[in-house]
Structures are given as C-alpha cells and as structure tokens.
C-alpha cells in the first residue's frame, strides 16, 4: 500500500481544533504563514511517501543487525536518513541561533505524524534525537551546547537516550551505572538496556544521554545525574575524533519495529567512558524529563501515525476487496466490503478515533508552545498545567488506540490479514511497542492521577474539565455535556480517594486516564465540527471533507463517548475496592 | 515459563456455571462420575504440561516448512501427536460403537481448552480432526463410516477443513472448485486457501472434506455439495494405498501459529482427485456448518486457553519482577510489580474474564450436549436455541476476549514484553488469528443478529435474557439486573432495526453481540459466586479458592460490566444512524 500523508486533516487539526491562530496572536504569525505551512507539508508529503514509506517493508524484513560491533541498518535505509537530515527536517523546531528553522513545536510534531505514518521504525530515531537536541538546549553548558547542539539540530549526529537498566525500568531511581570525576570530564562504568538506535551506521558520532549515579550521590531518583558521552570525542573543531568506551553488546529480538536497533550497550568496560555533565551533579532526572515529555509527547504522535497507517490500508482494502452482497440486496450482485455497515462502522471507528487523537496531541504541543511563547506570564503557567495535563494522556490514550486500531484495521483484512505478506501484520507488531516505552501506560496514568491531578487538590484538572463543559454547553452538545458531568463526579472521587486512600486512587487511574481521555477527544472532535460548519457556509468550501469531519465527531459522540459513561460509573461505584478487596489467589 | 493446567477452575466452570448435574440428570452420570473426571483431567494435565507445552516456544522458532511437496512440522511435534491420539484423547466425545469414548462434547471441550493453553498451534489439528470426525459421524454414508470413522476418531489420521478460496471466504456462494461424476464415484478439481493441516508428517493420511460445485449446481451456497477427498485412497480394509490427485502448493507466512501449517491446496491438477460425496448433492453447506459450529466453539474455547496461558505468564512475572515502592510505603521497601494496585487491577481483569469466558464456552458445550440427549423433545429444543444463541457469542466474544488479554498480559511485562524471548509476544501473536478464522467475530455477529435473534422474532433471544433477569432477581444482583434491563431495551431497539432497515442493524451488529455476551459473562460469573457462597459454608471447604471466585465475580460487576451499559446506550441513542449517514469521504 501507498501511504498518504493526511495533509489536510493534519491542517484542519491545526486550525480548527489545536488552533493555530492562538500561537499566531502570540508573535508567531511570521513562522505559520499558511504559504510557508503549505511548502513544509508538500515537502515533508514528498519525502514521506516517495522515500521514507517504500522502506516500511525492507526495514521488517531485514532489520538492523550486528556485526563486529556496529549496527547496519537495513538497504536505503542510510540514503534515506541523509534525505531527511540533508532536507533540514531535523531542525524543523529548534532557534536559527542553533542552527534550526525556528519553527514551533506544534508544527515539528504535525510532522512528525507525517514521518511515522511513512515509516515508524525509522523516525523513532528523529524522534529520539530532536527529544536530545531539546535537552541540550535547555540545559548544558555554553561549551557543550557550542560543539554539540549545531550536530545534533542539523542531525548529523543522532542523540540517544540511555536511562534503562534491567533492575530498573520504571524505577529508574535504582540506576546503578556510576560516574567519577577525572580531571575536567567524568568516567562513566555501566550496562545499560533497551536503548533504542544507541549504535548504527546513519551517521558518523552518536551522542549518549546517559543517567549515572556520582559518588556519595543520595539514593533513589535524586542521587542521578546526567552525562552527555559521545561515541566519538569530537575535536575543537567538531571532527569526530577519538573512539569512547562505549560499545553496543547485542541488539534484542523483538515483536516489531525490526529495524530499529534496540541496543544492549556498555559504557566504560576499559576504564571509563567520557562524559560531560549536564545541568547540575544529583539533578539529571529533571534535566531527562525535559526529554521524556518531549518523547512522550512524540510517542503519542507517532501513535497516530501508526493508525493512521493502519486505517488507510484498510480503507484501501474494503475498496478494493468484493466479498458478499449488501445486506436487504436480493439482486445477488456482488458488493466491495465498504459497502456493508460493520465494515463502515471499522472504518469509522478508526477515522473518528485517529482525529481525535491528532486534535490531542496537537493541541498538547499547542500548549507547549503556549507555555513559551505567551507575552502573558499567567497564560503561560496556565498552558503549560494543560500541556502537564494533556502529555500523559496523549501518551496513553493514543499509543492504546493506535494498538486498538491497528487491531480493527488488521481485522478489516479478514484472513489476509493474518499473513505477513499484506503488510498489515507489521503495523499491528510495529504498534505494540507504543503503550510500553517512554513510560508504560500504567505509569502515565500514575502520572497523571498522583502529580499532574493530585499536586493541586485537583485545581488544574477541574479548570480542563470545566472548558469542556462550556463548550459542551456552548455547543448545545447533550451527550458532551453528560459525559463532563460524568468526568466530573470521578473526578471528585478520585481526590477523595487520594486523601483517604492513595491505592484506591492507583487501582482506577488507568480507567481515569482514559476517562479524561475520552472525553477530551470528543470535545476536540466538536469543536472541530462547529468549525466544519461554519465554514460550510462560506463560498468554494471542500464540502465533503467538512461534512465528513461532522459526520466523524457525531459518530464519536454516539458511539465512542459513551465509554465514558460507563468508565466513570465504575470508578465511582466500588471498582477501585472491588480491585483491593481480592486476594493474590483471585488474580 | 511452565504452563500449568488450570484443573480446579475448569472443574468448577463444569459444576458450577455450566451446570454438570443437568447432564448427569439427562442419563449421563455414569460417564460424568467425579472419579473418572478427576482421571480424565488428571491425565490431560501431564499430557499437555509435560510434553506438549514445552514444544510451544520451538514450534513458533522453527515453524512447519514445505519441502517438496512434504510439510515438515516442527522437531518433537510428530512423537507429541502419537502421545496424544495414542493417548486416546481424540476419540474422548465419539460413540463406543465408532471407536470413541463416549463422553459428553462438554468434557471434551474443557479438555481442549488445556490443549490450547499448552501449544495452540499443535492443538489446532485435534481442533479441526475432532470437527471433522464429528462430520463424518453425522453426515455420512455407512460405507465411509466404515471406512474413514475409526481412523479419524482415533486419530490415526486427521480431517482437515476446506472450504476458502481466494474469491470466497466469507462468502462461501463464491466457490468455484468443481466436482462432476466419474462412475460411482467423484472428482474435483480447484485450489483452496488457507487450508490448517491440510497437509502435513503427523499422521500417514489426511482426509479433506471440501466444499465444491457440482454440474449444473444452482448459484451460491444452495449450489455446493461436500465431498470427503482422502490424501490416499485407503483399500478395504483401510491401508492408505493410491496417492490422490491433491498436493499443498505453498504455505502462508503468518503473524503468529507458525507451526500450525495454513497450506494453499490444489486438487485435481492430474485430471481430478478422486472424492465421495458426503451427504446429498447441493446440500454441503448443511453438512459444513455442522463442522463449523463444532469448531466455532472450538475456536471459543482455544480462545480462552490462550489467554489462559497469557494471564498466567502475567502473573507469575509480577509475582516476580521487583520494581517501584508500594503506594503510601514511605519505607523506601522495593516491591514486586504485583503489590502495585494497577497491576492488580490488569491480573484482575484478566481473571475475571477468563473466568466468564470459560463459563460460557462451557455452557454453549453443555447446551449442545443436553440438545442432543436430554429425554425431553422440548428441553432439547430450548437447549439448541441456546446453543444456537451462544455460538456466535463464544466465538467472538472469547476470541476478542483473548487477544485483549494478551495485550493486556503483555503490558503488564513491560519492556519485556516486546522481546520474543519472554514468550508473551508470540502469545500476542498466535491470539490474534482466533477472531479471523471460522467465520470472522464480524460475520458471527451477523449470524447472531440475523439468524439466532431475527429468524424468530427475538422469542429465542428474549427467553435466554430473562433467564438471565431472573438471576439477577434471585441474587439481588442489581449491577446485573441493571444491565440485563440495558440489553432488554437494546434488544427491542434491533428488532424494530430488523423491521425498518435491517442496515441499521447490521450497523451495531458487533456491539450487539458484545453487549449480550458482557452480560451474559456477568450472570455465569455470577451463578459461579453464588455456588462459591454455598459451598463456603460447608466444613473443609476451599476457602482461598471459593473466596477468589466471588471476588472475580465481584471485579467483573463492579469493572466491567458497566461497559453493557454504554454499549446498549450507543445502540439505542444513534448509533447506527451516525454510521450509515456518514459518507466514503468520512471513513
């Protein structure tokens, strides 16, 4: 299958439901000219589907392999990262004073979907990198930022991300990967695991985000620190130069996402490897969460464009595929599988969800930039509470979407989707990886319950919750405004659950997050639809697209909202004791 | 990990949620006798624990392969087979008089279900040998009784099931192999796809019962006939002689069940393989459909012995895995995962599906078996409505079911669980054939709403939902009883559907039988406790075990059932209107 990049819905996301127009009024209006935007998207559609999407198959097929100690990705797949470095994509978000384009951040990840939609196991290693880039920026010295951050915006180098170590995973305050000083620089000594593209052969320096623990260092998360420590220690001049005692001792064999090395790697096996610290000695894990939320972020998105792949060979296959004849036919013609209502009700499924997926996430990064840029100090603390608010969500609820949705759409295949050969299979393998890495789903809900909702008695999530309930009220939308309410009396569960009992609290923060989740993606999905009305009504208007985004939003809200109902009724009618009641035998 | 049988739930499924005694009642007691069952059982669980679970892992590595013309199963697989069919277990629900056992379809499913559990993809050979064999029983000639029977009941040589072709899946009308007369008997000539153990080294012949059209057949299903198309044509008295006109052409490279070979079959490309008739000409569907829902259920039950297998694998590596800190210990104290409330939660909801899953697939055998020997013409007319009823349901509410679970099971391995060395990743995988094949979980709902629901009016349908009320009522079950009114009201809204335009209820057929089967699954959960609340009360009764049962049926009222209630109100509130007025452009 051909991908397409879904320029048009990413725009009207933008416009219609992130809303573009607020960054615009902020002082960006220069960089999100709609002329520019439209040069960007045509030419990241261009990359995406000529170069990136015809490798999505190789990339499974061959994988990344080992050999001597370097990883070699599979063919085309280095000429292909030249293309993306090569067109500037990576620098897509970063100041022009680094080297970048100066772009917003909402525009860096409406590309991003783009790049995974082609072809996820490649960009999971953009992703990665301008999550590292972020961090450099933000927090390393005016020396490491001068021979670092030109290579790493314009991706010459690739930054990696190097926190897990197998007796630490979602604890990362068990790290036991040690760091000493020596001289100016620090040695580092350490096995770290699951490190995603820590080693191949895209480019010439792979520049190591490494957590450590410095001596006498308290125990638990605080006592980490951070360590930029390069494959190659560049010279003065930014020339690789001297090989560090890094190496990558084997690649693991996973589920899907074949291509993207995920790297067993030793630091400091003969001595020590370099490294530079960044930020301040025992606050790595602040400086990494920058990182984490920007891949967090970036997880989500590429979530969606697992779906969206997903979605369109589906709709692609029931176009195509002649099975039956439609249902109250007695002319016994044959009809495509579009034709049959629950084929239409997949189809839709996915569509509606995969929207209100974007319209998050774009809305995440909106808030982001909001945070930012706002001339208006009280609008940015109250942007970045949504940003704070929204990132687990998005994380969560897309990543599990995308693996729902990629299951609809292999469904949709009926038999061939279970071979190899239609392509969908790997989307489903491929998209499993989302829910888990940058923090399980179990922790972004922990996340999301215990600090973003909890830190201020339940504030931040209480002023989110009421913009839906005045659009919902705005829109005269009942099952909107019912499913608020529902979100609401949860809502005020849940913080009573957190003062009486915080484990109460843990055993329904999943359903939580997917309650909110739920929720938001339905008002994202009616705003959206005001918007596609309104502009009906003005002349020369692409009036099936915007009927089709009313006819989206409205088969949300009939046939996905009510999940929110039925969520909140369980959290506030006895699931979280029901869950704390049972004994280890009952599980 | 060890996958151990789960002997003690299944008893109790058999008791206490199908019903066992209703069976004893009917004139069965003897081959029901808790001594024998206990040896049954007992033998079943050193079979599949010692020799066929250790074989899961390496038949996915290996996998069977083609060599010239051979499929070659996996290394252990054929000595594993001749421990099973010499075990005698194939022939465990045929008459005496056929070489079988002669127990009920009940016992034999539950046993099958440990066979899936243990290594689906062997066991789906007996799946369909059994299916096949009870084929042969019911639709044959005595002279092929005679000739095939014995061997198919033992096992000696396996049935296979072919009825797809490329242009024909779900709609078996679309069939072109052709089969004309040659004498007194038959040849046919076509290809078939997807075909399981069509061919294969297990066994020294293989019999194929293949849908074909015979000359001058009218069009559609109305025109296929059955034929019974041996790999060798055995002489009288049984010894496979002539090799027949079929060859397996290739094999489908797959998302998961490696070793079970899905072959591309052709017949009669020298001329004509030679078949007999099964049955009367034109009237194969009958025939087939026998085998189908035999193995339908089969699927049902498959279902639930892989997400049995998942859940204990999620299980014993949370009861294991040291991570985080329990909520509210400010000890510092490490804790395995399984302390953590949301982990609970997911072990929980796998259990307490799995739970309800095995009920009902154990009452769906029960009704099949009570249709067939219960003295009463009325009570056998009841029980194969509900059969009728719960087929449908088994097949895709479990299937579904299991590949939920095995997400669900492998989340709760976090990184881990994306590895293809932890082994949960190919239970992800093997999981998601069970909703495609047999009939997809789209075309059972049709079958469902269309046929079991809309052939009577919903008599049928509205019986078994008030039996289900009627529970409700006598436990004071209110969550039940709430969602048994749910399911009432969405029932009168599809029969009106049926009325007006049966699009619309083809539109939230899915739900709709999602919807039943959530109910249905809380009132044998339901019944389950009960019994479990019983027996508490006499002395040396299994507490830890009693107590988990209701604390399952506890979690699934409180967690999940709600879900009934959103799905019946997105029928009800417009659902099928939001799906059928959306336009292409919207999917």
Not at 235 to 253: F, I, K, Q
Not at 282 to 307: C, D, K, P, Y
Not at 387 to 411: F, G, N, R, Y
Not at 494 to 503: E, K, M, T, V
Request: glycine residues 10%; hydrophobic residues 45%; proline residues 4%.
């Amino acid at each position: 299958m051909s991908y397409r990049a879904p320029i048009k819905e990413i725009r009207f996301a933008l416009e219609h439901m992130a809303g573009l127009n607020e960054l615009r009024q902020a002082g960006e209006a220069e960089s999100l000219n709609p002329e520019l935007l439209d040069a960007v998207f045509d030419a990241a559609a261009r990359l995406a589907e000529d170069v990136l999407s015809p490798l999505e198959r190789v990339g499974d097929r061959e994988g990344s392999r080992l050999e001597n100690g370097v990883v070699v990705t599979p063919a085309g797949w280095r000429e292909a990262y030249e293309r993306y470095a090569g067109g500037g994509w990576n620098a897509l978000p970063f100041a022009a004073e680094d080297g970048g384009q100066g772009l917003p951040w909402t525009i860096a990840m409406a590309v991003q979907e783009i790049w995974h939609g082609a072809n996820t196991a490649f960009s999971l290693c953009p992703l990665l990198n301008q999550a590292a880039a972020e961090l450099v920026t933000r927090y390393a010295t005016q020396e490491l930022r001068a021979r670092y951050l030109p290579k790493l915006v314009s991706g010459e180098w690739t930054g990696a991300m190097s926190l897990t170590e197998p007796q630490a995973g979602s604890d990362l305050g068990a790290i036991r990967t040690r760091a000493w000083r020596d001289g100016e620089t620090w040695r580092l000594q350490g096995q770290k695991i699951f490190i995603t593209y820590g080693e191949h052969d895209l480019t010439e320096n792979i520049v190591h985000l490494v957590l450590a623990r410095t001596p006498n260092a308290p125990a638990g998360t605080h006592g980490l620190s951070l360590f930029l420590t390069p494959k190659f220690l560049p010279d003065t001049d930014g020339t690789p130069g001297e090989r560090n005692d890094l190496r990558c001792v084997s690649l693991e064999e996973k589920l899907g996402i074949h291509a993207s090395p995920t790297c067993l790697m030793a630091y400091g096996d003969n001595g020590g490897a370099t490294a530079f610290l960044i930020g301040e000695e025992s606050r790595g894990i602040e400086a990494m969460f920058t990182m984490m939320n920007n891949a967090r972020l970036g997880v989500g998105v590429q979530a969606t464009g697992i779906a969206e792949r997903a979605a369109q060979m589906a709709r692609a296959y029931a176009a195509e595929r002649v099975q039956g004849r439609e249902i109250g036919d007695a002319s016994g013609k044959s009809a495509k599988i579009i034709q049959h209502p629950d084929i239409r009700r997949m189809l839709l499924t996915m569509r509606a969800r995969i929207e209100a997926m974007r319209g998050l996430a774009l809305s995440a990064a909106l808030a982001i930039d909001l945070a930012r840029r706002h001339p208006d100090p009280e609008r940015r603390r109250l942007e970045q509470e949504r940003a704070d608010l929204l990132t687990p969500m998005v994380k969560a609820w897309c990543t599990d979407s995308a693996v729902e949705i990629a299951s609809l759409a292999l469904q949709v295949h009926g038999g061939m989707g279970f071979i190899e050969e239609t392509g969908i299979a790997q989307v489903y393998r491929d998209a499993r990886i989302t829910p888990i890495y940058e923090g399980t789903n179990g922790i972004q809900a922990q996340d999301l319950v215990f600090r973003k909702v909890g830190r201020d008695g339940g504030a931040a999530a209480r002023g989110f919750i009421h913009e839906f309930g005045a659009l919902a009220k705005e829109l005269q939308h009942n099952e909107l405004r019912n499913s608020v309410a529902e979100l609401e009396h949860a809502l005020d569960w849940l913080l009573s659950a957190l003062q009486r009992n915080p484990r109460e609290a843990g055993a329904v923060s999943t359903p939580f997050l997917r309650l909110c989740a739920t929720v938001a993606g339905g008002a994202i999905l009616a705003k959206g639809a005001a918007a596609a009305q309104s502009l009906l009504a003005q002349p020369e208007s692409d009036r099936g697209f915007l009927q089709a985004r009313i006819a989206q939003a409205r088969f949300y809200a009939q046939a996905i909202l009510p999940e929110a109902n039925s969520i909140a009724s369980a959290i506030t009618t006895g699931a979280a004791a029901a869950t704390l009641d049972a004994t280890d035998e009952a599980l």
